[in-house]
T-cell receptor, first 112, second 111 residues
Framework: DTAVSQTPKYLVTQMGNDKSIKCEQN?????MYWYKQDSKKFLKIMFS???????INETVPNRFSPKSPDKAHLNLHINSLELGDSAVYFC???????????FGPGTRLTVL | QKEVEQNSGPLSVPEGAIASLNCTYS??????FFWYRQYSGKSPELIMS????GDKEDGRFTAQLNKASQYVSLLIRDSQPSDSATYLC???????????FGTGTRLQVFP
């Protein structure tokens, strides 16, 4: 299936831990994004990468670090997790020259 | 003022009716506009994009854009219970890849 995929789907962890979420797209898109959707369902962009280069870096704590090993992958590493990091994190991608974005299934992160 | 504003709803319509979802945006130079549908517990799914003033139709969906009024809407004809979801309006910030989302309108279609 051609799609944007994320792992894991669910992540439950303790405060202070470090965790990573992985994202892969096999659509041949150049640009990938990370979004956070909070408990009020507000969807906000965090980062975007275009062909492994960081393009958008919103006001996000530096505990969050994206990494793009190649243009098909964009991972998100979170250090020293806090309760407020609990949310659903969505990865998305878009083709070159097009602003339409296609979302992965999401990773529900719960910090206890 | 929020960059993209939507009424949170819920908007309740009977099956077979037209559902009308509205969105206003603040950045006058925005060029690209999108409607996403999000079922509970699922990811946003792109259903319509519109770039120029006027109407754009795709099946039961019609997107309407009025840049002078900074207003974009989505009409769903012959609404079905399966259309019950949250509809997110997204606006592309000019000259960037950044999409700014509204908080979404929850639509309920009752039989």
């Amino acid at each position: 299936d051609t799609a944007v995929s994320q792992t894991p789907k669910y992540l439950v962890t303790q405060m202070g831990n470090d965790k990573s979420i992985k994202c892969e797209q096999n659509l041949g898109h150049d640009t990938m994004y990370w979004y956070k959707q909070d408990s009020k369902k507000f969807l906000k962009i965090m980062f975007s990468y275009n062909n492994k280069e960081l393009i958008i870096n919103e006001t996000v704590p530096n505990r969050f670090s994206p990494k793009s090993p190649d243009k098909a992958h964009l991972n998100l590493h979170i250090n020293s997790l806090e309760l407020g990091d609990s949310a659903v994190y969505f990865c998305a991608s878009s083709p070159p020259g097009v602003q339409e974005q296609f979302f992965g299934p999401g990773t529900r992160l719960t910090v206890l | 003022q929020k960059e993209v504003e939507q009424n949170s709803g819920p908007l309740s319509v009977p099956e077979g009716a037209i559902a009308s979802l509205n969105c206003t945006y603040s950045d006058r130079v925005s060029q690209s506009f999108f409607w996403y549908r999000q079922y509970s517990g699922k990811s946003p799914e792109l259903i319509m994009s519109i770039y120029s003033n006027g109407d754009k139709e795709d099946g039961r969906f019609t997107a309407q854009l009025n840049k002078a009024s900074q207003y974009v809407s989505l009409l769903i004809r012959d609404s079905q219970p399966s259309d019950s979801a949250t509809y997110l309006c997204a606006v592309n910030r000019y000259n960037t890849d950044k999409l700014i989302f509204g908080t979404g309108t929850r639509l309920q279609v009752f039989p």
